[in-house]
Structure formats: C-alpha cells, structure tokens
C-alpha cells in the first residue's frame, strides 16, 4: 500500500496564477478530504466526498477554490487566481467510513504552496 | 458547534517522565475520538482512536488515552516520554474537527 498520495510537494507560483494540486487515495477508501494547515489557522476542513460525490464544500474559503472527484482513484484542490493569503500546506486524506465517521484518516505528505 | 480544544499550545516534559497532552471536545452524539501526530513536513499519522467500549484505549508507540464523559476529555497520556516523541500532536472528533494542535517537546 502506498499510501495517500499528493503531487507536487511543492509549488510556487506568482499572484494570480491557477494553482491545481492532486491527490491519489488509498485504494478501496470511500472518503476524501482535503485539508488546509497554516500557522495562524491550524488545520482547517475544506471539502469532503463520498463515494466521488462533494458531501460538504462550506469550508471552501471562496470561489476562488474548486474540488473535483472525477473517479474513485485520483481528486484535485483548484486555485483561480490564487493569492498570497493562500499559501500554506494542503493536505489530502483518505478513509473508509463503514457508514460512519468512526475510521482513522490516512493523510499524505502534503503540498506547500507559495504564492508570491 | 462541534468543537475541540487543545488548551496548551506547547508541552515541555523530560526524557523518561510521564507526559499528559490535553483535549477537551464540545461534540453532540458519539464523539469518536481521534489522536493523531504529525512530524516536520509529513501528514498526520493516527496514533489511537475512542469509539465506544472501554475507556482507556492503547495505541502505537506506547501512547494511550482516557475517554472521560462527564469531563468531556480524551488526554494523551505516555508513562515514559522519549525525545523522538517530540512532536505535534492533534486531538480530534470525527475526522471533520481537529483541536488546534500541540507541540510536545521532549528534552533529553
């Protein structure tokens, strides 16, 4: 099992550039999460899917920000345009729920962006 | 609101001394209970989980914590800290709120 896994690890980009960041989770998992960490925040919820299918987008921060799911093996976190207040770690994290929210999240390593 | 804290940002313990990382939830129905670590530049990593049952589960690296109702509190708990527990440390409920983290530092 390899794991969740998020590409790039790293991305710099300039103010108003789209950003896309990707994400492959466990095989057989459910759920995916998309999470957002930064200093002054922690670590913040910003959409999840069930079964391929956005279950809660309201932490969204703004429409600048996009999730799809397009199948069951491979999800992407959108910025456009993105800003210099969206710089932080994004994390992606997958799980198998049996119907409830009672399974551990297995996280990837995260993308750093930067947006100058 | 579905709520979690952790009301120490920071814990220093020494090498070979028990160490207690904090959490109190705020949380309607079954909480489900969660900890979680996370070393510099890696995603969290689960280190044990309350559901229901016995209020003391045990978990990876020697962790356990308590689940106590009437206190509405999961404390992290190790009977002999190392210093490659230093770390941040995560409590949360469900898998949709996190605690705001703690940064345990273990001094050798």
């Known amino acids: 099992d390899a794991g969740v896994i998020q590409s790039p690890r790293h991305e710099v980009t300039e103010m108003g550039q789209e950003v896309t960041l990707r994400c492959k989770p466990i095989s057989g998992h459910d759920y995916l999460f998309w999470y957002r960490q930064t200093m002054m925040r922690g670590l913040e919820l910003l959409i999840y899917?069930?079964?391929?299918?956005?279950?809660?987008d309201s932490g969204m921060p703004e429409d600048r920000f996009s999730a799809k799911m397009p199948n069951a093996s491979f999800s992407t976190l959108k910025i456009q345009p993105s800003e210099p207040r969206d710089s932080a770690v994004y994390f992606c994290a997958s799980s198998y729920n049996q119907g409830g929210y009672n399974s551990p999240l297995h996280f990837g390593n995260g993308t750093r962006l930067t947006v100058t | 609101a579905q709520s979690v804290a952790q009301p120490e940002d920071q814990v220093n313990v020494a090498e070979g001394n028990p160490l207690t990382v904090k959490c109190t939830y705020s949380?309607?129905?079954?909480?489900?209970l969660f900890w979680y670590v996370q070393y510099p530049n890696r995603g969290l990593q689960f280190l044990l989980k309350?559901?229901?049952?016995?209020?003391l589960v045990k978990g990876s690296y020697g962790f356990e914590a308590e689940f106590n109702k009437s206190q509405t509190s999961f404390h992290l708990k190790k009977p002999s800290a190392l210093v490659s527990d230093s770390a941040l440390y995560f409590c949360?409920?469900?898998?949709?709120?996190f605690g705001s983290g703690t940064q345990l530092t273990v001094l050798p």
């Open positions: 949380v309607s129905g079954n909480p489900y």
């Open positions: 949360a409920s469900r898998q949709l709120t």
């Open positions: 309350y559901i229901t049952g016995d209020n």
């Open positions: 899917f069930n079964n391929n299918v956005p279950i809660d």
